[in-house]
């Protein structure tokens, strides 16, 4: 049951309802550009082999020639919004924008975007179903700024997905090289070794490591071995041992760190207090 129809040269728009299971997926594909809204139901959708169980309110972008389809598990209703466009609908000196986040990933599946709620597309898709409602004088341009309307939003949604998704994978980084550096404290450890072992550039290595712990990675080594041979000190061992167990390979060296990091020399009685 089509809720809404809308149909011109350029765009096709339905928002259904459907209470029939089926056996199998309706497998196809076509030359259009696919906005996908998933509402309520029971269904799974496959892309180029890919298979989604999407949650309610959320959205799969189908770039033009990728094979696809649905099926539906159960006679729960199952209500979506499809919509289907072709590039020329939207100003040629916008297209190449507006149309990123459908090729945001060359393996040519879907792109998919779950629990919608918090991003208000639907609210996007409302607007642009009341557009059939305009005179028809005016009918087709508020189609095509309403679209480009959407697919605004639609970018700017995926612009903070691969920001979440880039900052995920720099907390991941970071946590393996805190983890090599507490391993290896004690020894000779520098950018570019971190950068080969970890397949990182040195300029993006320090870029993360500042923002996830506040300092640098040569800094971060400094505290760590200072503390470790302040502990060594208390424990009994003359300053000049615990330079060296602690990594540092110059006296001087360890001397300039050590009265930075913790206000007073290697000597100081004043050890004993911390």
Do not use: W
């Amino acid at each position: 049951m089509h809720l809404v129809d809308i149909h011109t040269d350029s765009l096709i728009l339905h928002h259904a309802v459907s209470r029939e299971k089926t056996t199998q997926y309706a497998l196809h594909c076509h030359n259009f550009y696919e906005v996908f809204y998933f509402i309520a139901g029971d269904i799974s959708y496959l892309v180029e082999g890919q298979r989604y169980v999407p949650e309610p309110h959320s959205l799969l972008l189908i770039a033009p020639h990728v094979f696809h389809g649905v099926k539906i598990e159960s006679d729960i209703p199952y209500e979506r919004i499809s919509l289907h466009f072709v590039p020329g609908l939207l100003p040629p000196e916008n297209q190449s924008v507006l149309l990123t986040a459908f090729h945001a990933y060359q393996s040519g599946g879907g792109i998919y975007y779950a629990n919608d709620e918090q991003n208000g597309l639907f609210a996007f898709l409302q607007q642009l179903m009341e557009a059939r409602l305009a005179d028809e004088a005016i009918r087709d341009l508020s189609l095509r700024i309403r679209l480009e309307a959407l697919l605004s939003q639609i970018l700017i949604l995926s612009y903070m997905q691969k920001k979440a998704s880039s900052d995920i994978a720099a907390v991941k980084s970071v946590s393996a090289v805190l983890a090599y550096l507490n391993e290896h404290i004690t020894e000779s450890i520098t950018l570019d070794e971190l950068s080969a072992r970890f397949f990182i550039s040195k300029h993006h290595l320090n870029k993360v490591f500042r923002k996830a712990t506040g300092t640098t990675v040569g800094n971060y080594l400094i505290h760590k071995r200072v503390v470790m041979a302040q502990n060594l000190i208390q424990q009994g061992h003359t300053a000049t041992s615990a330079s060296a167990s602690a990594g540092f390979h110059d006296y001087s060296a360890f001397y300039r760190a050590y009265k930075n990091v913790l206000g007073h020399s290697p000597s100081s009685k004043s050890i004993l207090l911390h």
